[in-house]
């Protein structure tokens, strides 16, 4: 087993697509938090859910009890569209590195969201319609997820209106070409079509909208729309469950040639992708199956989890969201607008949330002209134009196989490669154009943002 | 055989990426013409193309004899890093049709240059290397080929010189991006770095570009500079012996689940992308071994094939280049500015044009917005926003497909996915606006090309 060849990409069949999501919540001893009624403090209940998530999805964002949770035939017909997807073995960029390290990566960008946010998006879109909806709003920032869910409504028939932050839909009119492609309508937030997104407006008139500003108008949007629900491409325990998917691959995979990873690198912005690429490896762990190096990477200019509050917090800049209890940088935190990439987003998934917090991964962050160095690098040997997010995993991952070569040992290193750099070539402009540069949040910066955290018994950050 | 259940996508196993090209001259009974050189009219002999060309790829060029040949171990290398590419049974695309049509596509784009032409810059590149060579210098139209070329020469070590046609540099800010983060130097044709640059200019200082007369700019450049060979993307010989590979892996597949394609479909620019996608299937077909229908798709507003000429010219506009044979619509030919996508080059492989003299294939030619109502239809039920190039492909692959609807036929329809459209946003734009529109050439307009066709015995037309 351990001396089978290794190709240069797995590729299982397409019979070994998981029929089954694993929920990691399932297995951990400590739960992630409820997420709270703002107005109670009381846990949410489904009801009070149901007017802004479909039935069904609320009931998996609550299922912290169950660890395999069935996928519905047809998000499994429509996963064969574009999974299984490669699991790379990353000989090019080993040789560039002159390494003993050997470097595993799980490539989701090989479909035209350009990223694994499809995995989630066609499980939302697909929940929406057996609901008997017309549509679904959400907001979108680099543009990813909005592209997913456009192509996952387009496939069920449902309409799909996109809040994309402004300063992303100003810069990435082509994102918004290939929304509009699959039939989706783009509105760049903040926008005038909302009460919340007016009130943004009026009081930061010049403000390039951020993340959170986006979904309180897609909330809005949803929840006073008939036929209508709010639906979210991070950070919520659904979406984990259905990244899931990335992570299970990636295990088989390993598993056929007997390979275990030493260390599982991945980015993290809501967490979506880090948390379905180690949620079977996480699964492991936290039953004392096996040990494994868990690594968040986040930028160092949005840095909740190496910076931030473990605390309860706003989801949302409008406060129309519940509370959900995460490492946050305070909801009316905005990175600086030099920050190029994704991985903006202010809090972090509950779940990994909870793990970092019982010291099951670590975190670290990284600069961005660092990132864009390993992504060139990357991209010229390995052949794939990272996105600026993957790239934070890319850095690291080459500083630990550095590491290696300075050591000697021959480490398993995995990482998550969440997408293509496609549509960021702005971002690879700045770069190229040597104009590119770093701002880390000064302790004052933050402070405004944790000052905005709710305070009550308990939640004192 | 035939039983067996048919996946959405067949990989091959790396081990069956092909270790030989099939050069399809060596089976035909009327070769194709040889290249004549300007002065003299007399063939071109090997140590005059030396100057222009590698010596080994110049070997390739006018080899009509062979019908095997060796890829080098540094070539097969590098072809696993993006092959084998996919064949895709378009599952999702026949319910939509609901067509008793199977149909199957090879796509060549899950690679960062978008398309099939990495296949042939890596062997064009790995030949210039090993002539101890620093440089290469070539034009580039819609991109692709540019962004291939730049991975290729990044991957040896060698300098690239991309000459961009205006009208594509400026539309595609983004393509030029990557090329750079590849490494390239990249100059908008016709530009003022050259003497045939400047001369045309002069004459038509408004000029868009075309690719004829930023080939004219690349070779200048190649044969000026101590150390630098010209690359071609499309049209040559040698061209479609490297893209051999996207057909080979094709028929492998095929093979494996026993299906003989009854249509084979591929656009057609130059003819790279087709000449590589049947030539093995043509092989069978000069041998008498088996029969297929081929159709080559071009633009109706470039319609080489279907509207040009038969006859030796030009290569390029300058014409510094030697003539060739083949179908043409006179080097001076420039589309309409309304074109969106590629296939803009005024002539065709010479391969093709013999075979399609010859009667062993036919062409056919569409319209733009036809092609890309095809393109947005594929593009929501496949998942892949296809290059507009391939859309042509697309657009008669599903016109076949609903004639067997009505005839209630099951053909095998196999097409061409040359590469992704996410550079191409700016012509989705115009379609998702609706101001996109058609322009054929009138006969007027054509004539103006053919009087540029230089005149020689024996090469009326």
């Known amino acids: 087993m351990e001396n089978k060849k290794i190709p240069y990409k797995i590729y299982l069949d397409e019979s070994e697509i998981p029929t089954k999501w694993y929920n990691v919540r399932a297995d951990m001893k400590n739960k992630p938090a409820p997420l709270l009624n703002p107005g109670t403090l009381q846990p949410m209940k489904a009801e009070e859910l149901y007017p802004v998530f479909c039935e069904e999805l609320v009931a998996q964002e609550l299922n912290d009890s169950d660890a395999y949770i069935d996928i519905p035939e047809e998000i499994q017909n429509f996963y064969k569209m574009y999974r299984p997807s490669p699991l790379i073995r990353a000989y090019f960029l080993e040789k560039a590195l002159d390494t003993p390290a050997k470097i595993y990566y799980k490539f989701e960008g090989n479909n035209t969201s350009g990223s694994h946010k499809l995995n989630s998006a066609i499980a939302q879109a697909y929940y929406a319609k057996k609901q008997g909806l017309k549509g679904v709003t959400t907001e979108t920032g680099a543009g990813q997820w909005g592209t997913a869910l456009s192509m996952a409504c387009s496939y069920f028939g449902l309409d799909c209106k996109v809040y994309m932050v402004k300063v992303s839909y100003e810069q990435k009119p082509f994102r918004r070409e290939v929304m509009r492609t699959y039939g989706a309508s783009v509105t760049p937030s903040p926008s005038t079509t909302t009460n919340v997104g007016k009130k943004i407006l009026a009081e930061h008139p010049d403000t390039t909208g951020s993340l959170g500003c986006a979904i309180s108008e897609a909330v809005e949007v949803a929840t006073s729309t008939e036929g209508y629900r709010y639906v979210l491409g991070s950070v919520l325990n659904q979406v984990l469950l259905h990244q899931s ?85 305070g909801s009316g935190f905005i990175p600086s607008a030099n920050h190029a990439g994704g991985l903006r987003y202010h809090g972090m998934s509950s779940i990994l949330s909870q793990l970092y917090h019982d010291g099951l991964m670590e975190a670290t962050s990284v600069e961005q002209t660092a990132v864009f160095e390993a992504a060139e690098q990357f991209a010229r040997v390995e052949g794939i134009l990272p996105a600026p997010e993957s790239s934070h995993a890319i850095r690291v991952a080459i500083d630990e196989a550095l590491k290696c070569k300075e050591t000697g040992e021959e480490k398993n290193i995995l990482f998550g490669l969440t997408g293509t750099g496609y549509f960021d070539m702005v971002a690879y402009e700045k770069f190229n154009d040597g104009v590119m540069n770093d701002y880390i949040p000064t302790d004052e910066d933050l402070q405004k943002g944790f000052d905005g955290i709710p305070k009550f018994p308990g939640n004192e950050v």
């Open 245 to 329: 998917v990335i992570g299970l691959e990636t295990k088989t995979a390993l598993d056929k040639y007997g390979v275990k990873p030493d260390i599982i690198i991945g980015c993290a912005g809501g967490g979506s992708n880090l948390g379905g690429l180690i949620s079977p490896f996480m699964g492991q762990k936290l039953r004392g199956e096996a040990d494994y190096r868990i690594i968040a990477v986040e930028p160092a200019s949005c840095p909740s989890f190496t910076r931030g509050k473990f605390a309860y917090d706003f989801c949302d800049t409008g406060m129309v969201c519940p509370l959900a209890k995460m490492y946050t940088l």
